[in-house]
């Protein structure tokens, strides 16, 4: 069993960054590729980006490749999202996820816990 929990989220004018955190509790949080989802208001769930059980992977979407860092410090349960250059069209709930498989993946099925998500908004 994996719990996570968001935070970081907020709103920020457009151009701005913010950086999201995901605590995971349990000690297997090395074992589990991580992701990051997110959700517009009336809109199916997407991929943002995902990394590894070791770092080594990285995936991201198109929309925020080269804007976006994902990243995990394994000793202290926590994966990160760093957000630069934000658009409106960033705005979201953000929620993070554990994969018990090994890869970055992007797709939602592969991850069996997820968070309650954290809100960015992204102002214009």
């Known amino acids: 069993q994996v719990q996570l929990v968001e935070s970081g989220g907020g709103l920020v004018q457009a151009g701005g960054s913010l950086r999201l955190s995901c605590a995971a509790s349990?000690?297997?949080?090395?074992?589990?590729?991580m992701g990051w989802f997110r959700q517009h208001p009336g809109k199916e769930r997407e991929f943002v980006a995902a990394?590894?059980?070791?770092?080594?992977?990285?995936n991201y979407a198109d929309s925020v490749k080269g804007r976006f860092t994902i990243s995990r410090d394994n000793a202290k349960n926590t994966v990160n999202l760093q957000m630069n250059s934000l658009k409106p069209e960033d705005t979201a709930v953000y929620s993070c996820?554990?994969?018990?498989?090994?890869?970055?993946?992007?797709?939602?099925?592969?991850?069996?816990?997820w968070g309650q998500g954290t809100q960015v908004t992204v102002s214009s």
């Open positions: 349990g000690r297997t949080f090395s074992s589990y590729a």
């Open positions: 996820a554990a994969s018990p498989l090994m890869g970055a993946s992007m797709a939602p099925g592969a991850y069996a816990y």
């Open positions: 990394i590894s059980w070791s770092g080594g992977n990285t």
